[in-house]
């Protein structure tokens, strides 16, 4: 794990500064970021990009650079429908975790990152220090950083809430790089826009006792679920909507036993739904089954009651997708009754 973290005050800095360009300002290079912690330089537009990791992807092609990607990893879900045609033009190096080698051959000017632990000192693909030893720049994806301690847990701790302000600044900041940066405006208003008026829908029905748990997956599939932490995108989601979490964990994905979730008894159940087959209980089918059939979870009102929202796996991560997500769940609640 990378341990160490940017404070909200350094991305902030960075924010505002790139919000206080002239619209369609060009890039001024060389450009110089704080990026988790680290300083780095960027002397030029880059004329290409390895992308590692799903929500940086779906960024570079929302921004219109999908011709600059030359491969990319770590996937969760199908990409987004309108980039299925490009993506399909893009080797995937792999599914899961690139080597070291595979990123390195294909001679990016960048790689782009979603989770700090593939990069950091201990870094499971490689060191930033690696790759700037061959001459290539790193760029982590801010939001897994932000007010994130990733030297704890499996998946790091929030030391505060997640901002989708994290994900805005990683596309502002993507943006400035590529030298587009009035198409990371545009993108940022929209997402802002739309995650607005999803607010709006869901705190309309005046929720007070309503609460609700995600459930990402499970290691095995009658074994402690994982499940999303109080301060993570999810929590996020929960908070705006009006919902309150019934997990108290600062992890991003902590383990809790189902007899403490049926405990709490959450009046909403959240799944993943996701390609990835690690686990039994990625697929959300099973998950399902297991809620509907184990003698614990059968129980619970929201499985009795067949209040179970489904939401695609990456939209549970910092991503664009959050506001998706938050759409979706906007979306379902009005059916479910809840006070």
């Known amino acids: 794990m990378f341990a160490r ?16 360009l002239p619209a369609g300002a060009q890039t001024q290079y060389p450009l110089r970021l704080q990026n988790c912690g680290v300083d780095l330089t960027i002397s030029h537009a ?19 650079l999908a011709d600059k990607v030359q491969g990319t990893a770590v996937w969760f879900s199908e990409v987004l429908p309108e980039y299925r045609e490009v993506n399909a033009s893009i080797e995937r190096l792999a599914d899961n975790d690139p080597s070291f080698e595979s990123v390195v051959a294909k001679k990016p000017g960048l790689v782009t990152v979603q989770y ?22 790193t760029y982590v994806l801010p939001a897994d950083c932000w007010n994130k301690d990733n030297s704890s847990g499996s998946d790091g701790t929030r030391n505060a809430m997640f901002q989708m302000e994290s994900v805005h600044a990683g596309v502002l900041e993507l943006a400035q790089i590529f030298d587009v940066p009035e198409r990371g405006e545009a993108l940022v208003a929209d997402l802002k826009a739309r995650e607005a008026a999803a607010v709006e829908n869901a705190r309309s029905l005046n929720l007070k006792d309503a609460s609700a748990v995600f459930w990402f997956s499970s290691a095995e599939m009658d074994i402690d679920p994982y499940v999303a932490g109080r301060k993570g995108p999810p929590a996020y989601m929960m908070e705006k909507l009006g919902l309150k ?8 994905w902590p383990t809790v036993s189902w007899e403490t979730i049926a405990r709490a008894n959450p009046s909403v159940i959240v799944i993943a739904r996701m390609d990835r087959r690690r686990f039994e209980a990625d697929d959300y089918e099973r998950k399902l089954e297991f809620l509907k059939s184990d003698p614990v979870t059968s129980q ?34 009005p059916a479910f009754n809840l006070e």
């Open 5 to 20: 973290t940017l404070t909200a005050a350094l991305l902030g800095a960075a924010t505002m500064i790139l919000a206080t």
């Open 46 to 64: 880059p004329d290409s990009v390895v992308s590692v990791g799903q929500a940086a992807t779906e960024i570079l092609y929302s921004l219109g």
């Open 116 to 137: 700090e632990w593939h990069i950091g000192p201990q870094g499971i693909v490689a060191t930033r220090e690696q790759f700037a030893d061959v001459g290539i720049p």
């Open 245 to 252: 979490n019934v997990i108290e964990s600062d992890e991003e």
């Open 300 to 333: 619970m009102e929201a499985v009795r009651n067949d209040r179970i929202v489904v939401l695609d796996a990456h939209s549970m991560d910092p991503s664009i997708r959050n506001v998706s997500a938050l759409e979706t769940l906007a979306g379902a609640l």
